[in-house]
C-alpha cells in the first residue's frame, strides 16, 4: 500500500482520522512514509509532525491512542484515511475531536444517538448483570415493543401536561427504548437520520418536513 502513496515535494502526507464507531472525523494530520510504516506494524496510529519535525506515536503521552481498524487512500492517492478506535479523545483541548467548531446542528443528534446505539449493542453483546439494558434484550422483542408503547404514551401525557420538564425526561425514556428496539432489529439510527434527510426535498409523503 504505502508504494502506492504519492507523497509530496517534503515527503509527507495528509491523514485524516476517522471514528470506526460513529464515523466521527476526528482529526487532520500528516504522516511520513516511516509513519505509515510505523502504523502498519504497530496498529496504531503513528504521524509526522511538521513543528518538531519527528514521529510522533498518538497518545503515547496522554494515553489516547488511536487503535487502527482500516487504512484507506483516495483515488489519487495523495490522502490517506486512518479508521481508529479512539481511546478517551483525540484534541489536545480535551474534546473528542478536533472538528468541534461550527458542526452542523443535523450532525448533533446522530452523534448522541450513535454513541447511546454504541453502548446499548455493547449491553447486549456483553451481558452485565443486573443491567436494565440486558433485562430487556432477554425478555425479547415483545417485551421492548411494550415499553415503546409505554413510553410513546408517557409522551403524549407529558405533552398534554404541557410540561416541558416532564417531556424532556419522557421523551429521553422514549429514544432510549427506540435504540433499544433498534439494536435488537440490528437497525442503525444512521439509517433513520438518512432516511430524514432524504425527505428534506419535499414531495415525498404526508410525513416530508
Known amino acids: 500500500m504505502i508504494d502506492q502513496i504519492r507523497f509530496d515535494d517534503h515527503g509527507l502526507v495528509p491523514v485524516v482520522a476517522q471514528d470506526a464507531e460513529t464515523q466521527e472525523v476526528l482529526m487532520l494530520a500528516y504522516a511520513n512514509k516511516e509513519a505509515l510504516e510505523l502504523t502498519l506494524k504497530t496498529g496504531e496510529a503513528h504521524y509526522y509532525s511538521r513543528n518538531r519535525n519527528e514521529i510522533w506515536h498518538k497518545g503515547e ?16 492517492a495523495d490522502a490517506v484515511l486512518y479508521i481508529v478506535y479512539q481511546k478517551g479523545v483525540a484534541c489536545h483541548t480535551g474534546n473528542h475531536s478536533c472538528f468541534y467548531r461550527g458542526a452542523p ?44 408503547g409505554e413510553e410513546s404514551a408517557e409522551v403524549i401525557i407529558a405533552a398534554k401536561n404541557n410540561s416541558d420538564e416532564e417531556i424532556i425526561y419522557e421523551t429521553a425514556d422514549l429514544l432510549y427504548h427506540l435504540t433499544v428496539m433498534l ?27
Open 61 to 76: 503521552v496522554s494515553g489516547h491512542i488511536q487503535r487502527i481498524a482500516e487504512i484507506r487512500y483516495d483515488c489519487d
Open 105 to 148: 446542528q443535523n450532525t448533533l443528534p446522530l452523534h448522541g444517538l450513535a454513541l447511546l446505539q454504541k453502548v446499548v449493542a455493547d449491553r447486549k453483546m456483553n451481558p452485565t448483570e443486573g443491567s436494565y439494558t440486558q433485562y430487556l434484550f432477554d425478555k425479547g422483542i415483545d417485551k421492548i415493543l411494550k415499553k415503546v
Open 183 to 209: 439494536s435488537e432489529l440490528n437497525v442503525e439510527w444512521e439509517a433513520v437520520m438518512d432516511e430524514l434527510d432524504s425527505r428534506q426535498g419535499g414531495g415525498k409523503s404526508e410525513n416530508t418536513p
